[in-house]
């Protein structure tokens, strides 16, 4: 069962922009933490931001300035806006929530492709 459904992924030029959703599907119960990672072929998967139910943004170094994570509450929903995406922002993005009790989901994965 998809318990976290994203979308927004696609094919983007260097410099251009993209908006990732994710949004839980009803199922899960008290939602904390909703964010987003990524893996790159050959790579780690490593977070990229997450933010709090209370609105608290964490971002990893090397998208700061270029990324902006939100949520909306109600609808148990997480975005990524991603602007002057980079080659190396190429990967697949996972949604992510974590409950209260401390419980992991993740989306099913959508790709993000940054090339000229």
């Known amino acids: 069962q998809v318990q976290l459904v994203e979308s927004g992924g696609g094919l983007v030029q260097p410099g251009g922009s993209l908006r990732l959703s994710c949004a839980d599907s009803?199922?899960?119960?008290?939602?904390?933490?909703m964010g987003w990672y990524r893996q790159a072929p050959g790579k780690q998967r490593e977070l990229v931001a997450d933010?709090?139910?209370?609105?608290?943004?964490n971002y990893a170094d090397s998208v700061k300035g270029r990324f902006t994570v939100s949520r909306d509450n109600a609808k148990n929903t997480v975005y990524l806006q991603m602007n002057n995406l980079k080659p190396e922002d190429t990967a697949v993005y996972y949604c992510?929530?974590?409950?209260?009790?401390?419980?992991?989901?993740w989306g099913q994965g959508t790709q993000v492709t940054v090339s000229s």
């Open positions: 992510n929530a974590i409950t209260d009790f401390g419980r992991r989901y």
């Open positions: 009803g199922s899960i119960f008290s939602i904390n933490v």
């Open positions: 933010i709090t139910r209370g609105g608290t943004t």
